[in-house]
């Protein structure tokens, strides 16, 4: 197994999870959790471990989350999802999770 897989395995529902509080929308969410990881692989040589790869990926998701939301402007109002741009207390625990979930895991 490649370390993107093992990334997605490891992340993929988190991710799902955030984009699902966003979108509000099953369908909607696995796409763009889709999308997410293909940004994900496309940038994977960026990322430097400055912090947290599931911190990295939600990073990942908003963004893809907005780039959905400013294709959609006739149904979507972007200027309220500027103002959570970053994001909150909450979703950062929440990205963190994952994280420490597989810390404990790889080291027993």
Request: contains cysteine.
């Amino acid at each position: 197994m490649d370390s993107m897989e093992q990334i997605y395995l490891s992340h993929a529902r988190t991710v799902y999870a955030f984009l699902l509080t966003k979108t509000q929308n099953p369908d909607l969410a696995e796409e763009l959790t889709q999308e997410t990881f293909y940004q994900a692989v496309k940038s994977i040589h960026r990322f430097k471990e400055q912090s947290s790869v599931s911190t990295w990926l939600c990073g990942i998701a908003r963004n893809v989350w907005f780039d959905h939301l400013r294709k959609q402007k006739g149904r979507a109002d972007f200027k309220e999802a500027e103002e959570i741009a970053v994001p909150s207390a909450e979703e950062e625990v929440f990205c963190s999770w994952d994280h420490l979930s597989v810390m404990k895991q790889l080291h027993g």
